[in-house]
């Protein structure tokens, strides 16, 4: 991150955090930059969101996630009118003006500004805010020692209400687990679907270990097909770890050899409790910690670069 000198009155030196934040085809300074309170992004959730991580100069899947908002935006029926290469572009400038060679990247697609009523017919054109930032990192002993669960009551949402694999504006099924989570001393937690089966987490998509096969639930129970879910799946397979899509419940990650989770900021993170059960030897399990190395070994040449 770009940091400018600040001279203060009192006549001390400071630093002042430099950020240029794109929106709609321009960059505005950080404090400069703002959107309509008649946008229905804001208004209603009405748009879509991405996290992107940036390894190395390189932004990591950058085209998976532009397939994913693609995918996102024809789902809640948003005629995206910028192309994918446009849209790269823009997400390579934010970097670059911004110095970010590793840190994180929030997309943010709205449906554009309207009057009070619910329907889009009467938005203008949708909005898009790129936000290149840094980030706050897992400390490194969660990757060994692992990260403990706990099942929230907050069911996560139909497929037949909103479909999860949509990264709409509205996260606050996400948000009321999370809070449910954090009251009950966690940082993370599991969601169960309508069915009782296994969904995901509030921020990440859960996977385990079972007799040397990598399990995670279909995305048609409800899930966000997760960019580093994808990763760890193609990970899995180079290392010729079979792997299965299919409904799974609470029992089968209680009985787990290994569990863990993914996600752009948490990569992947082993998990080693459950609702107060140990996981496997309570510790990160070996196929994990081998999925682990893989995947760093992939994020610095896998996407975007942009230097
Ligand atoms: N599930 C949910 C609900 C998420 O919000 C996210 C992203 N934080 C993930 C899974 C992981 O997706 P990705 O690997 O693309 O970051």
Redesign the pocket.
């Known amino acids: 991150m770009m940091k400018r000198n600040l001279r203060s009155r009192g006549g001390s030196d400071s630093m002042e955090e430099l950020m240029e934040v794109y929106i709609d085809g321009k960059f505005y300074q950080k404090e400069d930059a703002k959107v309509s309170v008649f946008d229905h992004g804001l208004l209603y959730g009405d748009g879509l969101f991405e996290?992107i991580r940036v390894y190395d100069n390189c932004i990591f899947k950058l085209d998976a996630?532009l397939e994913?908002i693609e995918y996102s935006a024809k789902a809640i029926a948003l005629d995206l009118p910028w192309s994918r290469e446009e849209i790269a572009q823009a997400h390579i400038e934010a970097c670059r003006r911004n110095g970010v060679a590793n840190g994180y990247i929030r997309t943010v697609i709205t449906r554009g500004v309207g009057d009070l009523g619910l329907s889009p017919r009467n938005c203008s054109s949708p909005s898009m805010i790129i936000i290149a930032d840094s980030i706050k990192l897992y400390p490194p002993e969660v990757y060994t020692n692992g990260i403990k669960l706990i099942t929230v009551p907050t069911r996560r949402m139909s497929v037949a209400a909103l479909p999860?694999m949509v990264?709409s504006l509205n996260?606050l099924n996400?948000i009321l687990a999370k809070i449910e989570a954090l009251n009950c001393g966690y940082d993370e937690c599991l969601l169960l679907n309508d069915q009782g089966n296994v969904a995901?987490?509030?921020?990440?998509?859960i996977f385990i270990i079972h007799k040397g096969k990598l399990i995670t639930p279909a995305p048609a129970s409800g899930?966000?097909i997760?960019?580093?879910?994808s990763a760890a799946m193609e990970c899995a397979r180079e290392l010729g770890i079979p792997v299965i899509e299919t409904d799974m419940t609470r029992y089968d990650i209680w009985n787990a050899d290994e569990a863990f989770i993914?996600?752009?900021?948490a990569e992947v993170v082993p998990v080693v409790e459950l609702d107060g059960r140990k996981i496997g030897s309570g510790k990160c399990g070996p196929l994990t910690a081998q999925l682990l190395e893989l995947f760093r070994k992939k994020v610095r040449c896998d996407g975007a670069m942009i230097a």
Do not use: Q, V
């Open positions: 996290g996630h994913r999860p990264k996260y996400n995901e987490c509030s921020g990440d998509n899930l966000l997760g960019i580093t879910r993914t996600g752009s900021a």
